[in-house]
């Protein structure tokens, strides 16, 4: 947790040096971690690459239950967000 902890407060900093509109940037007081396959790095860099298009078909929220439905992943949706 402490090293969650580091990159999320570093990278927060770092965000608000880069534009004056993100000044007020933080992250969401959660955090999810998953792995990918090293074969299909490929694929999770194109996907970053190209978020924001994806997103505007699908939100967020609505990829990531689909997500942990798609690997069986138990949650409780109470505690997914802010």
Same mark, same amino acid.
């Given at each position: 947790?402490?090293?969650?902890q580091?990159i999320?407060?570093?990278?927060s900093?770092?965000?608000?040096?880069k %534009?004056?509109?993100?000044k007020?940037?933080?992250? +969401?007081?959660?955090?999810g971690s998953?792995?990918?396959?090293?074969? $299909?790095? %490929?694929i999770?860099?194109?996907y970053i690459?190209n +978020?924001?298009?994806?997103?505007?078909?699908?939100?967020?929220? $609505?990829?990531?239950l689909?997500?942990?439905k798609?690997?069986?992943? %138990?949650?409780? $949706?109470?505690?997914?967000w %802010?």
């Amino acid at each position: 947790m402490a090293l969650i902890q580091k990159i999320k407060a570093n990278s927060s900093k770092w965000m608000k040096t880069k %534009d004056e509109s993100l000044k007020n940037f933080s992250w +969401q007081s959660g955090y999810g971690s998953f792995s990918a396959n090293p074969t $299909e790095t %490929d694929i999770v860099i194109n996907y970053i690459r190209n +978020q924001h298009i994806h997103h505007k078909k699908k939100t967020y929220k $609505e990829e990531y239950l689909a997500f942990l439905k798609k690997y069986k992943v %138990d949650y409780d $949706e109470r505690y997914l967000w %802010d």
